[in-house]
């Protein structure tokens, strides 16, 4: 008897903390694999992508809510069910819809081009720069700059005076450069291609045929892309796939243009 009570609590046990997962196919509404979609599991944080073929596997739980997250399309969340452990999810993104933002000016124009730009009031932007600045000339430097007296009719001026005035200036403004300049990342070419390779490794070359691209084109436009861009400078220490993804979709089409030129 202690024995069956011992195997039943031992098999409670086990089904309580073993890891389980489930797993499925992504999709477009044309019913095309999606690759380099996100899967979170928004209760445990886990995270992976699906492959090149739209599939992915996480841990899950009952109850648990994964969440599909791609750039231009539309997020999806899904609620894990019981039977979803022992069969394929099938997951269907759609794509967003890009809507420009519609600006509105308040100031009614008269024709007249000089009194137009001084009506039309400054953006946000501008006004925050222009505070930071104010700000900036309101601050007293470290040390004082030195001035030059003017040597009276019957007084010569004294040369080293003025030398020694403008080697300090110029000592005060070297000081107060190098101290806002930050060191600059330069990667090298060996740097370079093999953060290109990453790239392309975790995107696979499925998302890259989906933005129009043959298999051999793609090098070129990483190449391209990350010259226009910088990518590996911005990215190399701070991998941000999503923001990758965002910074190569907006470059495609210079890549095409350039090219059929």
């Not at 941000?240 to 993804?245: A, E």
């Amino acid at each position: 008897m202690k024995k069956l009570l011992l195997l039943f609590f031992f098999s409670i046990f086990i089904n309580s903390y073993s890891q389980e997962y489930v797993f499925g196919k992504v999709i477009s509404e044309q019913n095309i694999e999606l690759s380099g979609v996100l899967v979170i599991n928004i209760k445990t944080d886990e995270k992976t992508y699906t492959d090149k073929d739209g599939n992915f596997m996480i841990p899950a739980k009952n109850s648990d809510v994964i969440r599909f997250v791609k750039q231009r399309f539309d997020r999806v969340s899904y609620n894990i069910q019981p039977e979803d452990f022992s069969k394929a999810i099938k997951i269907s993104m759609i794509k967003s819809q890009i809507e420009i933002e519609e600006i509105e000016l308040k100031t009614k124009l008269t024709g007249n081009l000089a009194k137009d730009v001084k009506n039309l009031s400054p953006s946000k932007k501008t006004l925050a720069l222009n505070q930071e600045l104010n700000a900036y000339m309101r601050e007293k430097p470290e040390k004082p700059f030195p001035t030059l007296r003017t040597p009276t009719a019957f007084e010569k001026p004294s040369v080293n005076a003025v030398q020694i005035d403008i080697k300090s200036a110029i000592a005060l403004v070297a000081k107060l450069i190098k101290g806002n300049k930050k060191p600059e990342f330069i990667p090298n070419e060996n740097l370079t291609k093999g953060f290109l390779m990453k790239v392309r490794y975790n995107l696979t070359d499925n998302y890259f045929h989906e933005m129009g691209l043959k298999t051999e084109e793609i090098d070129s436009f990483l190449k391209f892309a990350n010259n226009r861009l910088q990518l590996t400078k911005n990215y190399y220490n701070n991998f941000n796939l999503v923001k990758i993804q965002l910074q190569l979709e907006g470059i495609l089409e210079a890549y095409k243009t350039e090219n059929k030129a």
